[in-house]
């Protein structure tokens, strides 16, 4: 009662959601899956204003802008500009060493915020293998769960990051921990991490900065470093994350063009999966910014599409679009349900018209895969694997294979 009554104060005093006149774009039957079809998803090629998007202009000056904007305002966030602020960053390494017998170094640096309000620092780790070009990259995005950690709080092993595996394909690797950047509960609030560094904690409205945006504030920060780092090819630097990281890696790619490749493994609500499809067993709006559970990673304004999936005025097929032109890859697993997915999958596959304007190809799919038979021949990539939520070296291979594929490789690593 207190809960409906509050919702109801909240619904009056603050802008209403972004909800769909009606109906919209019509979607393929899935030939598997039928009773899993979209319904009145937001058409991408429309702005909200109901005009046709036909070019790349129309495209990059009016559609992206406008949904790059509700996204904003809407579910991640608005992240100061100070935040972003090159000349607030600096980088000290403090350790250095040989690893995996000698194929790669390895890396401890320091990255140092001077924000407007206070100071913030957090570690990177980074292999880097020793070939004889500047090697492609792939930044982690360490979220808790089977993360073990140095003393000074630097990622020192992950079950999620098979690094050697990772050297021996050529590919240099740097991961942070979400954790080191900003806390992963909600009554930590906004007064750990870079928040306070960035701006008092009095000054958050409906639409400012929660925990996904600090998250990939730290993936942009680890960008910043490998621009300085002459054995990287900062050109070729794709972005993973797992889960609550595949929601961050999503929101690094898009807010951040310097990444080549956004890889969302297994993100689900709030991350690559659909809303406008009825996939009971998922995860809901309702659920995911609920009161005890991951509000927190929102901005506020994201708790007004509880219950309203069906009727928003955008999905997330528009958040994957925002990265066009450049590579995204879609990993799902049979036994998450959780994450949904076939609403990843139809994701994927929706956000595709936005790689055509640039004369390529995004999900080249008719129909939900099955297992293990990656579909990789355009620029958005999809998997589905056998087994449950996890970020496995199977994932990690597949997300290699379609940078190689795109040529961003590959230097021979040294014997
Ligand atoms: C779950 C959450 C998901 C997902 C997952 C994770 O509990 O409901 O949205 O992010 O955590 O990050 O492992």
Known sequence: MKRLLLAAIAAILSEGPHLAAGAQERVPPVRSVERSVPQGVPALMKTFGGADVKTRADWEDVRAPELLERFKSEAYGRRPAAADERARVSFETYGTCEAFGGKAICKHVRVKYDGPNGKHAFPITAYVPKTARPAPAFVYIAIDFHTKYDADGAVATSEYWPVEQL??????????????????????????????????????????????????????????????????????????????????????????????????????????????????????????????????????????????????????????????????????????????????WWSAKLASPAWELYGKKGLVADAWPAPETPQQAGCVSYHLRTGKHFLTPYDWGRYMDFADRHGWHAAEVAK
């Not at 600090?214 to 070729?236: F, K, N, Q, Y």
């Not at 797992?242 to 951040?256: E, I, N």
């Open 167 to 344: 050297i021996d394909r050529g590919y240099a690797t740097a991961a942070f921990s979400v954790i080191a950047v900003a806390a992963d509960k909600s009554d930590a609030g906004f007064s750990q991490g870079v928040f306070p560094a960035v701006q008092p904690e009095g000054a958050r409205g409906p639409d400012s900065w929660a925990t996904i945006s600090a998250w990939a504030w730290g993936a942009s920060r680890v960008m910043d470093w490998i621009e300085t780092e002459p054995r990287i090819d900062a050109r070729h630097v794709g972005v993973v994350g797992h889960s609550r990281g595949g929601k961050t890696a999503l929101w690094t790619g898009v807010t951040d063009k310097r990444f080549a490749m956004a890889c969302s493994n297994e993100s689900g609500c709030g991350g690559a999966k659909l809303n406008h499809v009825d996939l009971p067993k998922s995860e809901s709006i309702d659920v995911i910014s609920g009161p005890r559970r991951f509000h927190y990673w929102f901005c506020r304004n994201f708790r007004k599409y509880a219950g309203r999936e069906m009727s928003m005025d955008f999905d997330q097929h528009e958040l994957i679009a925002l990265i066009a032109p450049r590579l995204v890859c879609v990993g799902s697993a049979t036994e998450d349900e959780w994450a949904g997915p076939l609403g990843e």
